[in-house]
């Protein structure tokens, strides 16, 4: 446990991402959903009316720097926690002198770090505190609190999503930490914005991993005279990348991406895995690759294995959880998946052969037969007659029209020969025997 003034303890000697801490909103860069004017989390801090909360966010998005402007502009006693060094003894301690304080009119905030590493005890410690008002707590985790949060306390407290800062984002932040005397504003620093756009793409949305980054290619640079001068082979020296022959936004981030869903349309799962290696080593966010993989699985892939879906959704899914390095296997996983996987690109045939008949009847009415018929007017101009209820009959299906008698017998969905969409094709080539047989 620390107290307040702990906590707002500055060195000298800090590391730069600490130097730089934002101490207000107006110096706090990335998460306008949640502090930008007029938003909801702003406005509880400035009206000095925070609830308890939990921020659920990646690392170095900014959850504890909001817990310290919080602290700084809110009028209550500030204290935070950690599951390392925290008993239940020594947190009782404090709520019950938490509860004094309440009675005195002295509201406590108590901030705990990493509140997914606090075991069921320790968190169950608190619930009575927070229930009968005596705290104020803000818990930060990097975890989903569904999951690592109690179910008592996680009731009680409003959770804000915070995301991954925009490289953009990240680029401001270096350039201020170059300019400020709290950081190199003091020193003649050369660096090129290329330079500071291949960090903030390294940090993948990480503020303080980006500013220990440029801490570190300041510290290591060569200097001309006074001048420090920062080059883009120092920082792959640093980082380990070769970071610069990828642009997220340029050319280059579409051929890569390109050449990945090529590869697995021609099922080459060595080239596949090449391809998304060479995305997520030069920082690729693992996100916009899963949901390409997504995309993939129906457009691709589709009724020939529909389990490709379920294996893509899960890889995004896993790559929500646990973000970089740890979640290359999982889409590694599924890039091989696809690039195995039976092919098939008849629903995205069906779909834009549907789209264009769409865009050309937009008027074209429903069929009376499948309209409802919530009024007694509807049903007496014919609304819902002929509607057979499928599940009433044996074959569970009807012989009944559900196109516009301009597309009654359009045929958009035409099933290919691959994997499992054989056995589709099969079921639907017998559904239309029937109804044809048995329509009227």
Known sequence: MEQQSLFFDNKIDAPLAERLRPETLDEYVGQAHLVGPGRVLRKLIEDDAVSSMIFWGPPGTGKTTLARIIARQTKAEFITFSAVTSGIKEIKAVMEAADKNKRY????????????????????????????????????????????????????????????????????????????????GKEKIKIE????????????????????????????????????????????QITSKKTFLYDRKGEEHYNIISALHKSMRNSDPDAAVYWLARMLEAGEDPLYVARRVIRFASEDVGMADPHALEIAVAAYQACHYIGMPECNVNLT???????????????????DAAAEDALKMLDEPVPLNIRNAPTKLMEELGYGKGYVYAHDTK????????????????????PGNQGLETKYGERLKAIKDWKKANSK
């Open 193 to 236: 914005d290329e330079i500071l756009e291949g960090i903030a793409t390294f940090s993948n949305g990480d503020a303080r991993s980006a500013l220990s980054t440029l801490e570190m290619l300041i510290i290591n640079s060569d200097k001309q005279g006074d001048t420090t001068v920062c080059t883009k082979e120092m920082l792959e």
């Open 333 to 351: 996983e599924a890039v091989i998946y696809m690039s195995l996987a039976p092919k098939s690109n008849a629903m995205e045939k069906a779909y």
């Open 105 to 184: 009119g002295t509201k406590t905030i108590v901030f705990i770090d990493e509140i997914h590493r606090f075991n069921k005890a320790q968190q169950d410690a608190f619930l009575p505190y927070v229930e009968r008002g005596s705290i104020v707590l803000i818990g930060a985790t990097t975890e989903n609190p569904s999951f690592e949060v109690n179910n008592a306390l996680l009731s009680r407290c409003k959770v804000f999503v915070l995301n991954p800062l925009s490289v953009e984002d990240v680029v401001t932040l270096l350039k201020r930490a170059i300019a400020s005397e709290k950081g190199f």
């Open 395 to 414: 074959e569970k299906v009807a012989a009944m029209q559900c196109l516009p008698d301009s597309l009654k017998d359009k045929e958009y969905y035409k």
